[in-house]
């Protein structure tokens, strides 16, 4: 039975950041992406995710601070590398940080809070694709530093799950080499045994 949605799925792709452009989703097109991005699996319906849109000059001066912190743990950098820095979250007229934001619960593990927010990136990408965008994911070493994550919005108890650089985009996408699913996948043949 051909199907769409799976047709869609099997040929999705990344777009390269630097080739997003203008025009940018409007806000009702954001707004359908992050309710797309919430209908994810959530284990007690904790909604341990959240998402910060960084737009306009805002993705100017987040550059700015990157740039000085990066400085600030290595030293002088190099012109290319300072450059790099400034325009993290300019090259794409729209980025949406999905943050995972885990709740105590007792009875949820925080890593499947997280799971659910790399669900909720998937669905934020897929939504925007559909929607006629490109997109693209990245972490990146502020990702991985309490200095970056508190110049990027978040509290100290979140960490993030990744950076949706969102814009126009005239595809397609350049294709990569994909894993053989034959591959990746065995009927259950009992328990481990090393």
């Given at each position: 039975m051909?199907?769409?949605?799976?047709?869609?799925?099997?040929?999705?792709?990344?777009?390269?950041?630097?080739?997003?452009?203008?025009?940018?989703?409007?806000?009702?097109?954001?707004?359908?992406?992050?309710?797309?991005?919430?209908?994810?699996?959530d284990?007690?319906?904790?909604e341990?995710w959240?998402?910060?849109l960084?737009?306009?000059?805002?993705?100017?001066?987040?550059?700015?601070?990157?740039?000085?912190?990066?400085?600030?743990?290595?030293?002088?950098?190099?012109?290319?590398?300072?450059?790099?820095?400034l325009?993290?979250?300019?090259?794409?007229?729209?980025?949406?940080?999905?943050?995972?934001s885990?709740?105590?619960?007792?009875?949820?593990?925080?890593?499947?809070?997280?799971?659910?927010?790399?669900?909720a990136?998937?669905?934020?990408?897929?939504?925007?694709n559909?929607?006629?965008?490109g997109?693209?994911?990245?972490?990146?070493?502020?990702?991985?530093?309490?200095?970056?994550?508190?110049?990027?919005?978040?509290?100290?108890?979140?960490?993030?799950?990744?950076?949706?650089?969102?814009?126009?985009?005239?595809?397609?996408?350049?294709?990569?080499?994909?894993?053989?699913?034959?591959?990746?996948?065995?009927?259950?043949?009992?328990?481990?045994?090393?």
């Open positions: 051909a199907s769409p949605i799976i047709d869609f799925l099997l040929t999705r792709n990344s777009a390269p950041i630097p080739e997003l452009k203008e025009p940018a989703p409007s806000d009702a097109d954001i707004a359908t992406m992050i309710a797309a991005a919430s209908r994810v699996p284990h007690g319906r904790l341990p959240r998402f910060i960084y737009r306009g000059e805002a993705r100017v001066e987040i550059g700015k601070k990157l740039a000085a912190l990066a400085e600030q743990r290595e030293g002088p950098l190099p012109e290319g590398r300072r450059n790099q820095e325009a993290r979250f300019s090259r794409a007229p729209v980025v949406i940080g999905v943050v995972s885990p709740k105590e619960n007792p009875k949820i593990p925080q890593w499947e809070m997280f799971l659910s927010g790399g669900m990136a998937m669905n934020l990408m897929i939504s925007a559909a929607l006629g965008y997109t693209n994911m990245i972490s990146n070493w502020y990702s991985d530093v309490p200095e970056g994550r508190a110049i990027l919005g978040l509290a100290p108890h979140e960490r993030v799950v990744g950076f949706v650089h969102i814009g126009s985009y005239q595809g397609p996408a350049p294709e990569r080499p994909r894993p053989d699913p034959a591959k990746l996948y065995a009927d259950y043949a009992g328990p481990w045994v090393g």
